[in-house]
RNA sequence: GGAAGGGUGUCCGAGUGGUCGAAGGAAACGGUCUUGAAAACCGUCGUGCCAGCAAUGGUACCGUGGGUUCGAAUCCCACCCCUUCCGCCA
């Protein structure tokens, strides 16, 4: 959430930002409850300190009846207001946390994901000499995707992954895990950006995939909550990405400057309903309710927190350079960033079977807002969070698939996996 | 699933209903000593909120919520969480 205090020196920026958000919030009636909420502060605190100070009065003496009478009068009054105080500070808390974030001033300002912003295009998109098939045709036809079984077994948008498929996404894993903790590779990163930052490796993790209530909440992702998996017998929902557990992993923590920037490279299984949308993208895997991705999460300082994202999105540009997947860079504008969010990049792969860039990466920087509802700090303020996805392995084989496929129905595998997957030049 | 124990400040840990924002220790920070370091000694050392330009003052916080009381870390009730043992199990 924002800072109460920065939303009471700047009511119409927040107004007006909110509102390139698309989020309808009434900044005038929350500054009105928050007048009222200081109001009724006052006037608590002033009858508890003469409660305070008649019981110092009766210290290790009985108290005469007179005072005690006066307490009563005095708890009476208190217990009064405070009643007052907490209807207030309910609605004033429940307005507060419906202000998004405010996006940095480079964000276009746009009304739908439509009007995210192309930044760069890199490589040409993929040319044959033959009608290029969709990931679905070439992997169903070698038996790699089998959603007939698995829609039997678990419902629609699952799907049952085999063969050789398996091994190109426990070769992408591999391959990205060992890249992400390379010292090397990062510093030639950081170099050839510019960018002020450390080249501390990342820590792979296999984090828990459920999380807590108040714990999604506090990380501002648990909406929408149709979207959500929750299993009512624990009260835990199945994480939708391994951000909502990485994120949240020091909540409630102090961190110390030598440990920034803290940078994770988590591996998980999401979960997502998928609600709404139906009947779309109903083709291969590319909505299932279960996917599988790397995710990197760091937790850097203010000065420090864009060059991060800035790393990040340059980090997914190098994997996609490195696996020879043509792809756009898209900055996304004020609609399409999300509400904790204060920038955010996509990166759609060229998918030469759907004949158009689809979106295959993301990459969100989150300032101090985040940190504020988890009580995340480091030792010189709050915290700035980056999310982002280092391969969302099923769009990443469905790229791979469709930019490699042959005449023949079969899928050259890419120069730096082969190693990884027993030196097979073609699957 | 059965049984037991426990949640106090950065950490460990004490705490008869008023003298407890809270002993003691550790860590951290500053200093003395030392060529330097260690040790020793001295000092500092929680957070939120409200008011204030500030100094500062006030208030709240001992898992969470409620209750008893003139007064609650301390008593009562409910809930949450963690740990351990047994059982089951990849």
């Given at each position: 959430m924002l800072d109460i205090q920065f939303i009471r020196d700047n009511a119409d920026?927040?107004?007006?930002?909110?509102?390139?958000?698309g989020y309808e919030v009434d900044i005038q009636q929350l500054l009105g409850f928050d007048k009222e909420r200081r109001e009724l502060i006052g006037k608590v605190e002033e009858l508890r300190q003469q409660r305070n100070e008649l019981t110092a009065q009766t210290k290790g003496v009985k108290p005469s009846d007179e005072q005690i009478a006066k307490g009563r009068e005095l708890r009476d009054k208190v217990t009064d207001f405070e009643h007052k105080l907490a209807a207030i500070e309910k609605e004033y808390e429940v307005l507060l946390k419906t202000v998004p974030n405010m996006?940095?001033?480079?964000?276009?300002?746009?009304?739908?994901?439509?009007?995210?912003?192309?930044v760069k295009k890199q490589g040409e998109p993929t040319k044959f000499d033959f009608e290029p098939k969709s990931h679905a045709e070439i992997a169903e036809a070698k038996g790699w995707i089998d959603k007939e079984r698995a829609a039997k077994v678990a419902g629609s948008r699952f799907a049952y992954l085999k063969g050789d498929l398996v091994k190109l996404q426990f070769a992408i894993i591999q391959f990205t895990i060992d890249k992400l903790t390379d010292t090397e590779f990062l510093d030639a990163i950081i170099k050839e950006n510019n960018l002020q930052v450390s080249n501390k490796p990342f820590t792979p993790v296999l984090p828990p995939y459920m999380i807590r209530t108040e714990v999604y909440d506090a990380m501002d992702r648990l909406e929408p909550r149709e979207d959500r998996y929750k299993l009512d017998q624990d009260d835990v929902w199945l994480q939708g990405s391994a951000e909502h557990v990485l994120g949240s992993m020091h909540m409630r923590e102090g961190i110390d400057d030598k440990d920034l920037p803290v940078r994770y490279l988590g591996y998980a299984t999401s979960f997502r309903r998928e609600a709404g949308s139906y009947g779309k993208d109903t083709e291969g895997i590319f909505r299932m309710h279960q996917f599988d991705k790397l995710e990197m999460e760091s937790i850097t300082d203010e000065n420090t927190g864009l060059d991060e994202?800035?790393?990040?999105?340059?980090?997914?540009?190098?994997?996609?350079?490195?696996?020879?997947?043509?792809?756009?860079?898209?900055?996304?504008?004020?609609?399409?960033?999300?509400?904790?969010?204060?920038?955010?990049?996509?990166?759609?792969?060229?998918?030469?079977?759907?004949?158009?860039?689809?979106?295959?990466?993301?990459?969100?920087?989150?300032?101090?807002?985040?940190?504020?509802?988890?009580?995340?700090?480091?030792?010189?303020?709050?915290?700035?969070?980056?999310?982002?996805?280092?391969?969302?392995?099923?769009?990443t084989m469905i790229a791979i698939i469709e930019n490699y496929q042959t005449a023949e129905g079969n899928v050259n595998v890419p120069e730096v996996l082969q190693a990884y997957i027993g030196g097979k030049t073609q699957i």
């Amino acid at each position: 959430m924002l800072d109460i205090q920065f939303i009471r020196d700047n009511a119409d920026l927040v107004q007006e930002k909110s509102k390139q958000k698309g989020y309808e919030v009434d900044i005038q009636q929350l500054l009105g409850f928050d007048k009222e909420r200081r109001e009724l502060i006052g006037k608590v605190e002033e009858l508890r300190q003469q409660r305070n100070e008649l019981t110092a009065q009766t210290k290790g003496v009985k108290p005469s009846d007179e005072q005690i009478a006066k307490g009563r009068e005095l708890r009476d009054k208190v217990t009064d207001f405070e009643h007052k105080l907490a209807a207030i500070e309910k609605e004033y808390e429940v307005l507060l946390k419906t202000v998004p974030n405010m996006s940095l001033s480079d964000v276009p300002i746009g009304k739908s994901e439509d009007e995210n912003q192309e930044v760069k295009k890199q490589g040409e998109p993929t040319k044959f000499d033959f009608e290029p098939k969709s990931h679905a045709e070439i992997a169903e036809a070698k038996g790699w995707i089998d959603k007939e079984r698995a829609a039997k077994v678990a419902g629609s948008r699952f799907a049952y992954l085999k063969g050789d498929l398996v091994k190109l996404q426990f070769a992408i894993i591999q391959f990205t895990i060992d890249k992400l903790t390379d010292t090397e590779f990062l510093d030639a990163i950081i170099k050839e950006n510019n960018l002020q930052v450390s080249n501390k490796p990342f820590t792979p993790v296999l984090p828990p995939y459920m999380i807590r209530t108040e714990v999604y909440d506090a990380m501002d992702r648990l909406e929408p909550r149709e979207d959500r998996y929750k299993l009512d017998q624990d009260d835990v929902w199945l994480q939708g990405s391994a951000e909502h557990v990485l994120g949240s992993m020091h909540m409630r923590e102090g961190i110390d400057d030598k440990d920034l920037p803290v940078r994770y490279l988590g591996y998980a299984t999401s979960f997502r309903r998928e609600a709404g949308s139906y009947g779309k993208d109903t083709e291969g895997i590319f909505r299932m309710h279960q996917f599988d991705k790397l995710e990197m999460e760091s937790i850097t300082d203010e000065n420090t927190g864009l060059d991060e994202h800035k790393l990040l999105v340059a980090i997914q540009e190098k994997l996609m350079q490195e696996l020879k997947i043509p792809y756009r860079l898209l900055e996304k504008c004020t609609a399409d960033i999300g509400k904790p969010n204060a920038k955010g990049m996509d990166i759609d792969a060229w998918l030469p079977g759907q004949n158009q860039y689809r979106e295959t990466h993301t990459a969100d920087y989150m300032t101090d807002y985040q940190s504020r509802r988890m009580n995340l700090l480091y030792s010189k303020g709050l915290a700035h969070t980056n999310d982002a996805t280092a391969f969302a392995l099923g769009r990443t084989m469905i790229a791979i698939i469709e930019n490699y496929q042959t005449a023949e129905g079969n899928v050259n595998v890419p120069e730096v996996l082969q190693a990884y997957i027993g030196g097979k030049t073609q699957i």
